[in-house]
């Protein structure tokens, strides 16, 4: 059928926030959506509440909301622009949500709003697990025995019958929040508590568990004549057990035989028939390794992460030709956008082994539980393509970017054959690295298969990576045996390293014999038919089809894996930085290893090399390309860290130079910049040992704030109060060495002030200013940012400016640079200056109109801002106050502490605004997922430091109808200030103590700034672990808390006494 | 690790050098690829591919080896095959021999270590050539060798079963003209009933009918329908008195028994990947394919056969019917009665029609 011409405005629900389980894959499947849409001539409204993203920009969508996602926004979005339709299947399971409850609400009913693409009807039958259920029953389907529950009593009964292990699934929830494998009594009662609370309908699913069986994924597309395409099949080499998200992922399936494949694509392609998906569908089964005997385990009927993996593996755009069926048109019309003669309707075939492995915020938080099931963990993924499921797979692994290079540990020979077994044993997030040092080290094949149930093909194909090792050991300095690990994936630095010689000398060795890489396209169709898509992979054979072009080029490195400190912004910029490469009239390429993001998307760059973000890697590329220079200052610290590497090899780093870059992160040089431009900063020093940092934090007295150079969101960073902690800091946290000292700052207890600014060497750009609601000490990622400033006065503005512009010409910056000044005692200091792009970026161009990624890049390739239309200095100030606010995903992952410090723990990020900053504050808060409620009880355990400080903030949670309750210490001391407060009992308390509280329900706020100090620590940790499970707000800055309560004190009624 | 050596000479001079396995024969053959990302044990022992070389373009070839239960015949006549790698240690529970151990058994040559992808868009741009899987670096004399064998080949008659044999079942009584069956369409009409007569290519119609078949199937088969003209000659008097279906080389035999002609087609079709529509149904389903040549649309305006199916992306004829008589034929395998295949219901439909011709049922 042609497109729909009955409709012609359709709004589009974006996913929100970066969290685990939701993350850039629907930046990108909703801008091909809104591209898709408007490409047919439709007026595109969009909202969504994350300004880090390329589908809030302009150009996008007709008309851009920067609004929570919550039905009571939407609905007033609705309302004022009457919209035709709805399409919410490309907004994730927060798209969905939202359009299941403004169609219950009677919302689009009330204002003739049509829900496009799937119906209402089947996406509930396929989320809704007893309808599912009963579905597949009628269709002789087998689902895993299971039940539905709503009580705890019913998960008992459940284990009655069907017995241990069994797995719960939360309904309604993504990325298995809250769900679990139970093995015994006290898991289920943990698990499915949780599970329920989870649920937004207080329902989970209880199944029986198929842990071991293989866990196949179809991802298909159906229009609604009833055309139905597999657009592929992908095997997780963890068995079922481990949420995919998490588990590694090859595409295609590897271990199926024909009638296998044909089976369950017959399953899968005749569920979504039934459901009558209309558009893109993910489909998970389970196959039993021994027999035919399958399950489906479950359907999303809707574009999701796997989608977007499946459409970056293939070439083929499941999302853009998804917003295309729901609008009427069908496979079989419309032209497969990839070969361009090809249709949609022929099925993507691939001659290349497709690896996804997961990026974990391990990194970040180490004592985090590291155990992998149900609940997906990963912030991020990576993909790898090769022509050997090992290349494919180190690729994969050296694009992780989580200092592992191999199959294998960097630091493997420190443990214990048991403690690897142990690692293995209980699928902890490095398991395939202790896999490589289990073979290593000889345990055999049919061990590792006992002890993970993972397929022999795969463990076979890990054995043969750890034999070539064996084999380049044994034949040192062997061209041939050189060639043949390359083709195998191996990397100059493993080769090098098992032949006792250096990068650089096996690049030599691969110079003189001709050893590189050719590139082969990635087209739909496994070179069928003619096309040029741009988009390719390396690989070590014969034919080179990424011939480059005799354009001027220039190389733009991505951001690799989503990871916390390093989120969709870098992408942002990345592709802003691609879009003026392109007006500038030069050829652009990108190379990235993301498969989540926009900047992977083949038709946004002139080419893409999907590759992994090492020197050695991209310097193939450079070989094959040629560019006059590369760009890394958009990529985070990924590009960052490889800029010197890649000059090391002779090529053009354009923008800011390497060594002004390293002027700004040396610390010696910094000083000596800043003594020349007369800008002060908190008295500091280095240390290279424990002796020197006590000696050296004694004389600038404490607290300080202790943190190791070079290093990406505030990782290891940490304010010290005195001698004993900074000794414990200096041997646990970091490994101080002359080449890596430790940074010890005076810690300014003030007013954090952050600013992103453009240069192009002569000219500086301020688009503005934003003030930090925190303190100094959180980190500038964790924080609420306001703008424009609430607090500054002209003056401090002013000194703001004159320092950003010495800075920022001082560091000769060519792009961007990000400065954190803290003002203390009305002096402003600068903290910190990264000359690259930063976090803030997309915020501050969403609200100033000005693409700053883009004039960076102008500025890089040459161009005067005086030549442009915008004035220097600072912009002028914009009307409305926008703010904001990080988003965490703290209920993921147990055993994490939430305190926030200068260790950043957010993973995403939204944006409120609005006319007044209290409206904007309360926007941002709850499109951060907080439930800002105007009564309810406020639950205080705070540490001495702050309790006068609380004490001001429970009266005034009091004076407008809180409840307070508080625990025995800190209740004294508001009682004593005459508030009337609620005493709560210890934790170790038999009844009535705090944890029951949070348990119960009976609290709406906690407020909790215990972190020091043994059992306070340790109690306040399970306070804020509670809170957390239960849903509950817990605030750990009481600066939040202030601006919180302001918040409530603006839209509620005081009581106060005649 | 590296293994020994072999050579595939292309006829044009060109070398690809890579590894050994399988049999040891050099073998010639025409050289062809195929797209498809699984069942490389049917595609090995599919008939149709008889004395030509295949690339596979999915480049691991044999992660699921062998098993008793999937080859489409107990003789693999295919010449050998190109991989970019052979798998020596498959996984899957039913599989019971290697790719290699397979090949070599059967003496079928393979080389591995090849950048396929090169070769599908060599051929795709250039059409197929000849080519030789050597095992001597020799080159020019190769190529002499290869220049100076027999260009003919008879593959129909190499892969037809040399004498007639009943595959029981209680319905219908089918007979099968062999020009290369795959025995997954024998095992598909027994599973739905059907007693099942394969006879050789060159049965004379007379001792066809006298088999008082309920319905006589063409089956697919190597090479060109113009390769075989007795059947050609046959399929109009076998259609007047019971239900004929062909499938892929029948298919195309059938369309030229009818006055139809057949053509090349720009770039083949070798994938399971290929959407066909159906033009009655109006429904798209997605099928497996193997051929280089179709019925030409033009030459069927003449005839009295209706196209009933069409390729989406070339618009080349998929199916064929006749407007009076019960013929009905495919390009592409129609797959598993209640299989898997989005066209499971073409067989369904031809036994049915043989039920109701007959009375059966």
Known sequence: MPK????????????????????AEFDYAGTQACLSLREEGYRVILVNSNPATIMTDKEIADVVYIEPLT?????????????????????????????????????????????????????????????FRNLMNDMNIPVPESDIITTLEG?????????????????????????????????????????????????????????????????????????????????????????????????????LTLKETNMLRDVSLSVVRALGIEGGCNVQLALDPHSFNYYIIEVNPRVSRSSALASKATGFPIAKLAAKIAVGMNLDEMKNPVTGTSYASFEPSIDYVVTKVARFPFDKFEKGERKLGTQMKATGEVMAIGRTFEESILKAIRSLEYGVHHLGLPNGDDFTLEQIEKKIKEQSDERLFYIGEALRRGISVDEIHTWTEIDYFFINKFKHIIDIEHELKENVDSIDHLKWAKTYGFSDRVIGHRWGKDTDEIYQMRKDHGIFPVYKMVDTCAAEFSSDTPYF????????????????????????????????????????????????????????????????DFTISDKLYFEPLTEEDVMNIIENEKPMGVVVQFGGQTAINLAEKLERHGVKILGTTLDDLDRAEDRKRFEALLREIDVPQPLGKTATNAAEAVE??????????????????????????????????????????????????????????????????????IPGIMEHIERAGVHSGDSMAVYPPITLTESEIETLVAYTEKLALGLNTVGLINIQYVLSDGEVYVLEVNPRSSRTVPFLSKITDIPMARLAMKGILGQKFTDLDYELGLQKVQDGHYVKAPV???????????????????????????????????????????????????????????????????????????????????????????ISVVKVEKIDAVENSLLDMINNGKVQIVI????????????????????????????TSLDTARTLIEVIESMTFSMDRM | MLKDKRYLVLEDGTVYEGYQFGGKADRAGELVFNTSMFGFQEMITDSAYANQIVTFSYPLVGNTGFNSEDSETMKPTIAGIVVREAALLPSNFRTNETLHDYLERHNIPGISGIDTRSIVRKIRDGGTLRAVLSDSDDVDAVIETLKSTDETVHSVRDVSTSSPYISTGVGSRVVLIDLGKQESLVRSLNSAGCEVTVVPHDTPTYDILRMKPDGVIISSGPGSPEDIPSIVDNVRTIAEQVPVFGVGLGHQAIALAFGAKIEALPFGHRGSNIPVRNIERKTVEITSQNHGFAVSRESLEQTDLVITHEAINDDSVEGIRHKSLPIMSVQYYPGAIDGPDDSSYILEEFINRMNKENNHA
């Open chain 1, 155 to 255: 998960a008992y009964r459940f284990k009655e019958q069907v017995g241990y292990p069994f797995i719960v699934r939360p309904a309604y929830t993504m990325g298995g929040t809250g769900g679990g494998i139970c093995y015994n009594d006290d898991d289920l009662k943990e698990i499915v508590t949780n599970g329920l609370k989870y649920s937004p309908v207080n329902q989970c699913l209880l199944e029986k568990s198929i842990a071991g069986y293989k866990e196949i994924e179809y991802e298909v597309m159906r229009d609604s004549n009833d055309t139905a395409i597999v657009v592929c099949n992908m095997e997780n080499i963890d068995p079922v057990g481990i949420h995919t998200g998490d588990s590694n992922v090859v595409a295609p399936t590897q271990t």
């Open chain 1, 888 to 978: 965490f995903s703290f209920n993921k992952l147990k055993n994490v502490d939430i305190t926030l410090g200068p260790e950043m723990k957010s993973t995403g990020e939204v944006m409120g605004k609005d006319s007044s900053l209290n409206k904007a504050l309360y926007k941002a808060l709850v499109a951060s997922g907080l439930e800002v409620k105007d009564n309810g009880t406020a639950l205080f355990t705070v540490a001495d430091k702050d309790k006068k400080e609380a004490t001001e903030l429970a009266q005034r949670l009091s004076k407008i109808g809180y409840r307070i309750m508080a625990t025995s210490g800190t209740a004294d001391v508001l009682s004593e200030a005459g």
């Open chain 1, 1008 to 1035: 909790n700034t215990m972190t020091k100090g043994k059992t306070v620590e340790r109690d306040g940790f399970r306070i804020r672990r509670e809170s957390v499970y239960n849903g509950i707000p817990c605030l």
């Open chain 1, 4 to 23: 729909r011409t009955d409709i012609k405005s359709i709004l589009v629900i974006g996913s929100g926030p970066i969290i685990i389980g939701q993350a």
């Open chain 1, 71 to 131: 039905p009571d926004f939407i609905a007033r979005i609705i309302r004022k622009e009457q919209p035709d339709a709805l399409l919410p299947t490309l907004g994730g399971q927060v798209g969905l949500n939202m359009a299941v409850e403004l169609d219950r609400l009677g919302v689009l009913e009330e204002n003739n709003v049509e829900l496009l693409g799937t119906k209402l009807d089947s996406i509930k039958q396929a989320e809704d697990r007893d309808l």
């Open chain 1, 537 to 600: 992979y390396g690989t070590y054979e014969k034919e080179n089809e990424a011939v480059a072009s005799d354009r001027e080029k220039i190389l733009v490195l991505g951001s690799g894996p989503i990871r916390i400190g390093q989120g969709v912004e870098f992408d942002y910029a990345t592709v802003h930085a691609v879009f003026a490469i392109q007006e500038a009239g030069y050829e652009a390429i990108v190379v990235n290893n993301n498969p989540e993001t926009v900047s992977t």
């Open chain 1, 696 to 765: 050296n934090a004694e004389a600038i007295g404490y607290p300080v704030l202790v943190r190791p150079s070079y290093v990406l969101g505030g990782r290891a960073m940490e304010i010290v109060h005195s001698k004993a902690e900074l000794e414990n800091y200096m041997t646990q946290a970091v490994k101080a060495s002359p080449e890596h000292p430790v940074l010890i700052d005076r810690y300014l207890m003030g007013k954090e002030i952050e600013i992103d600014a453009i240069c192009d060497g002569e000219n500086v750009i």
